[in-house]
């Protein structure tokens, strides 16, 4: 089995200060991991993927996420948050091949202060 | 550009009254799933189709049907919504190949359904 925990339900910084994101997955085998942006009243748009290549990953808008299989974590970050940055942020696992559903997060709300 | 797209973005029905969502897709994606997401929430899958596949969840109602007719277009039919149908309805789609490691998956913007 599979299973995603987001350590933050709310995250709180000022514009232009750093942002750190917290997820820690369990899988027995080797993930996929995923964070996926929700902003009000919108789908879910692709930030960045892990799918066993390099363990940083770079994604849209200046986000990155680094796998660490030793503390089975994938946190995501970015250097100077922007408002437009304030959204809903979910974390998301997926394992094996094929056509398996995605297990998701609780999400993590990130506020951005003037 | 290549997009998922929902349609209505807001519907607003009467309690068992049925109602359909819809959604297509520009990228020719052979997966597509419907998600429920309540307030606060994570989306909850309900279904997808791979190709013409069904598969629908363990723990989905039965109130909760789907159709795809074509690659491009896939529905989601409420037979007798209930007040606590009232959520937001994502549709997504990804292309999937047996042998792949998991591809991500595109979201439309959703449709938030009202009941009264």
């Known amino acids: 089995a599979q299973s995603v925990t987001q350590l933050d339900s709310h995250v709180s910084v000022s514009e232009g200060t750093p942002v750190l994101l917290r997820c820690n997955y369990s899988?027995?085998?080797?993930?996929?991991l995923f964070w996926y942006v929700q902003h009000p009243n919108k789908g879910l748009q692709l930030l960045l993927k892990y799918t066993s290549a390099a363990t940083l990953v770079k994604g849209i808008n200046g986000f990155e996420a680094e796998f660490k299989k030793s503390e089975t974590s994938f946190h995501l970050t970015k250097p100077s948050a922007h408002m437009s940055d304030a959204a809903e942020y979910f974390c998301?696992?997926?394992?094996?091949?094929?056509?398996?559903?995605?297990?998701f997060g609780s999400g993590t709300r990130l506020q951005v202060q003037p | 550009d290549a997009m998922v797209i929902q349609n209505p973005r807001y519907q607003v029905t009467q309690f068992g009254k049925p109602v359909t969502l819809s959604c297509s897709q520009t990228?020719?994606?052979?997966?597509m799933y419907w998600y429920q997401q309540k307030s606060s929430q994570a989306p909850k899958l309900l279904f997808h189709y791979y190709d013409k596949d069904f598969n629908n969840e363990a723990d989905t109602p039965d109130n909760f049907q789907s159709r795809r007719p074509n690659t491009s277009f896939c529905f989601l039919d409420i037979r007798s919504p209930g007040l606590g149908d009232a959520a937001m309805y994502l549709c997504?789609?990804?292309?999937?190949?047996?042998?792949?490691?998991?591809?991500?998956?595109?979201f439309g913007d959703g449709t938030r359904l009202s009941i009264l």
């Open positions: 998301v696992v997926s394992v094996g091949t094929g056509r398996r559903a995605l297990t």
């Open positions: 990228l020719n994606h052979n997966v």
């Open positions: 899988s027995s085998y080797s993930p996929s």
């Open positions: 997504a789609t990804s292309r999937v190949r047996s042998r792949d490691s998991n591809q991500p998956q595109h």
